[in-house]
C-alpha cells in the first residue's frame, strides 16, 4: 500500500472523531453546522496567535541588527585608534549576533508561511460553512425522502475531512509558533546576559568540529578585521 | 480519483496521471520507511505536482477523498509522526 492510502485511513477515523453521528440526521447536520462555525473562530485564533509571534520575532530582529550596527561601530572606533584587541571582540560580537539575526529571519519566513497557508484554509473553510448552511436547509426540508439520507451521508463525510484537514493545519502551526515562542524567550533572556554574546559558537557536541568552527570563526573575524582597516586606511599600521 | 493535498485542497485526477501518481506513491512510503529524507522531498513535491496538474475541485463541494497526500512541506518526521499517532 502506498503513503497516500494510508494517509486516507488514518484520516478516516480523524473524520470521525472530528463528527458525531446523532440518532436524527437533522440533528447532525445542526451539530457539523455548530462545529464549523466553531472551527472558523477557532483558524482565526490560530492566525491571530501565529500574528503575534511573527512581530515578537521581527522586534527581536531589529533590535539585534542595532546591536549589530552597534558592534560595527565600535570596531571601527577601535580601529581607528589602533586598538586591533578591541575590534576584534567586537568583531566577534557582530558575526554571532549576524548569525542569530539570519536564523530569526528564516523563523520570521516560516511563519508568514504559516500565517499564508491559515488564511487561505479560512477563506476555504468559510465558503464551505456558507454551502453547508443552505444545503442542511435544502436537506432538512426534504427529510422524509431517503435520498436525504444519502445526501447528509456523502455532505457529512465530505465536510468531516475537510475539517479534520483544517486541524491538522491548525495543530502544525500551533506547534510552530509554541516551539518558536520557547525560542523568542530563550534569545530575549540570552540578551540580557552578556557571556551569550561571546558564545556564538555553541557546541556541537562533537570536539573536533567544534574546534574547527573555533579556527573557522577566528579567521573570518580576521578577515573582517583586516578589511575594515584597509577601509580605514590603517592596513599599514597594523 | 479524488485526491487530497492536506491544507490546500482537493483534484479530481484521472487516467495516466493517476497511474504515475500511484506508482509514485509506492515509493514514497518507502521513502518513508528507508528514511530517506532528501528522496521524501523530492518524491512529495513531485507527486504533488502531478495531483495538482488535475482538476481543482472548488471549495463549495462537500465530497470524500479517495487517497490524501500531506501538505507539501511535510518533514519525514512529521509524516512518520502522523502514522505513529493514536487515531
Known amino acids: ?238 | 480519483m479524488i485526491v487530497r493535498i492536506l491544507s490546500e485542497g482537493q483534484y479530481r485526477v484521472e487516467g495516466e496521471t493517476l497511474d504515475k501518481i500511484n506508482q509514485l506513491d509506492e515509493e514514497l512510503m518507502d521513502a518513508l520507511t528507508q528514511d530517506q529524507a532528501d528522496r521524501f522531498h523530492h518524491l512529495l513535491h513531485e507527486v504533488a505536482g502531478l495531483v495538482r496538474s488535475g482538476a481543482e475541485i472548488s471549495s463549495e463541494h462537500l465530497v470524500e477523498s479517495d487517497l490524501i497526500l500531506p501538505a507539501d512541506d511535510t518533514t519525514l518526521e512529521e509524516a512518520k509522526r502522523l502514522f505513529s499517532e493514536p487515531s
Open chain 1, 1 to 238: 500500500m502506498g503513503l497516500m492510502a494510508r494517509v486516507s485511513t488514518i484520516f478516516k477515523s480523524k473524520v470521525n472523531s472530528a463528527l458525531d453521528r446523532a440518532e436524527d440526521p437533522r440533528e447532525t447536520l445542526e451539530y457539523s453546522y455548530q462545529k464549523q462555525v466553531e472551527q472558523l473562530q477557532n483558524i482565526r485564533r490560530g492566525i491571530a496567535e501565529v500574528v503575534t509571534s511573527k512581530k515578537r520575532l521581527e522586534l527581536q530582529a531589529s533590535r539585534l541588527q542595532q546591536s549589530v550596527a552597534q558592534q560595527d561601530a565600535n570596531a571601527r572606533d577601535a580601529v581607528r585608534v589602533n586598538r586591533d584587541d578591541l575590534a576584534q571582540e567586537a568583531i566577534e560580537r557582530k558575526q554571532g549576533l549576524v548569525a542569530q539575526v539570519s536564523a530569526l529571519q528564516s523563523q520570521i519566513e516560516d511563519l508568514a508561511k504559516e500565517e499564508a497557508r491559515l488564511t487561505d484554509l479560512q477563506q476555504k473553510l468559510q465558503t464551505k460553512v456558507e454551502t453547508f448552511r443552505t444545503q442542511k436547509e435544502v436537506i432538512k426540508a426534504q427529510y422524509s425522502a431517503a435520498q436525504a439520507q444519502v445526501k447528509i451521508g456523502e455532505a457529512f463525510t465530505g465536510l468531516g475531512e475537510g475539517m479534520a484537514d483544517v486541524n491538522m493545519a491548525l495543530q502544525r502551526a500551533t506547534d510552530k509558533t509554541e516551539s518558536l515562542k520557547a525560542r523568542a524567550a530563550a534569545i530575549d533572556s540570552l540578551e540580557d546576559n552578556p557571556a551569550f554574546r561571546n558564545d556564538a559558537l555553541p557546541s556541537t557536541g562533537d570536539s573536533i568540529r567544534d574546534e574547527l568552527n573555533k579556527l573557522k570563526a577566528s579567521s573570518t573575524v580576521s578577515d573582517e578585521l583586516a578589511q575594515l582597516k584597509a577601509e580605514l586606511g590603517k592596513g599599514d599600521q597594523a
